[in-house]
């Protein structure tokens, strides 16, 4: 059985850095893109970053590019976003995803990712 679970979440205060984890379990995550989204109350769930099953591409969304990277590790079934200089407005659950549909001209698109992770809360407040 395909799963993801997210971890890294948590209260963060303007400016300060999180790293969020993604481990799959019940399958190779070789052979998938991973995805993080996020999605704040009253708001559509938005693409932030996706890399490449192999990790020779990745994807940033216009408002976490040079603040974000995604990493991942195969070895470990693990995909990391590292999130710099966060703001109130990245306050969010953040989802991470695997599919095989991503392509990065396209960018971070929910449907091309067709198993999900339960999320992790990611707070940025003074």
């Known amino acids: 059985q395909l799963q993801l679970v997210e971890s890294g979440g948590g209260l963060v205060q303007p400016g300060g850095s999180l790293i969020l984890s993604c481990v799959a379990s019940g399958f190779t995550m070789d052979y998938y893109a991973i995805g993080w989204f996020r999605q704040a109350p009253g708001k559509e769930r938005e693409g932030v970053s996706c890399i490449s099953s192999s990790g020779g591409n990745t994807h940033y969304g216009d408002s976490v590019k040079g603040r974000f990277t995604i990493s991942r590790d195969n070895a470990k079934n693990t995909v990391y976003l590292q999130m710099n200089g966060l703001k109130p407005e990245d306050t969010a659950v953040y989802y991470c995803?695997?599919?095989?549909?991503?392509?990065?001209?396209?960018?971070?698109?929910?449907?091309?990712?067709?198993?999900w992770g339960q999320g992790t809360q990611v707070s940025v407040s003074s």
């Open positions: 995803a695997a599919g095989r549909g991503f392509l990065v001209l396209r960018g971070c698109l929910p449907e091309d990712f067709g198993s």
